[in-house]
């Protein structure tokens, strides 16, 4: 028998490349949604540069990361919001139970999950749109209300390029320390970008947590109320 006809996803590559702590941290490093040179990986986990050069090899070839070029430096970033997701469903299992109880507090309360808002504060965000009527609960994804239309154009997010991209619109993405489906998708990412814009949060240094500034508490309780 052809043993061809039988060929699926080829997850035994795909289990070889995340199957080690050094990779897999450089995924959870990158997953802060900013791209990060070698040297930077290399301090973030521990190994020399020349080791995290072999690492991030292995990811090139497993299409998990992607590089390009800044100036005279080589940058590494997740290679798309799909493999974001696998890293952050990576980290919902390995949560699991009481060791949520465990993670840091600064990351509970607010980060960035690849380049939407997560913690409580994208949940209380999320949930605020629902309650408003602005979002509704689909299968597998979130769909924007008429209302929910009108509110993100008056809250200066332009609805059709986000529209344009290539990816899932409103995907409903499972919060690891809240262990609930926040916003994510192209929605999702450019309000964590018009936030951002706005001055509202910044970020933490070295990690994926969000500082929600004293202008932040203010707008997001004008526009979301207490979360």
Known sequence: MDRTMN?????????????????IRMLELLMEGRALVAK??????????ATATA????LEQARLVRATRQGRN???????????RMVEALMTVAVRGPRVSVTPEPLRAARYCYDHLAGRLGMGITDALLRAGHLALRKRAFALTPSGEA????????????????????????????RR??????????LA????SLGWVERQPDSRGLIVTPGGQRG???HFGAL
């Open 7 to 23: 060929a699926g996803p080829d997850l035994t590559t795909l289990a070889t490349a995340v199957g080690d702590a050094t990779r």
């Open 40 to 49: 930077e990986l290399a301090f973030g986990t521990g190994v020399s540069p």
């Open 55 to 58: 690492h991030l090899q292995r």
């Open 74 to 84: 080589k940058v590494f970033r997740i290679a798309t919001p799909t493999v974001a």
């Open 151 to 178: 509110w993100f154009q008056d809250f200066g997010i332009d609805l059709a390029p986000v529209r344009e991209q290539r990816r899932r619109f409103a995907h409903r993405c499972l919060d690891w320390s809240e």
């Open 181 to 190: 489906d926040h916003l994510a998708g192209a929605l999702g990412a450019a």
């Open 193 to 196: 970008a018009r936030v951002f």
């Open 220 to 222: 997001i309780k004008r």
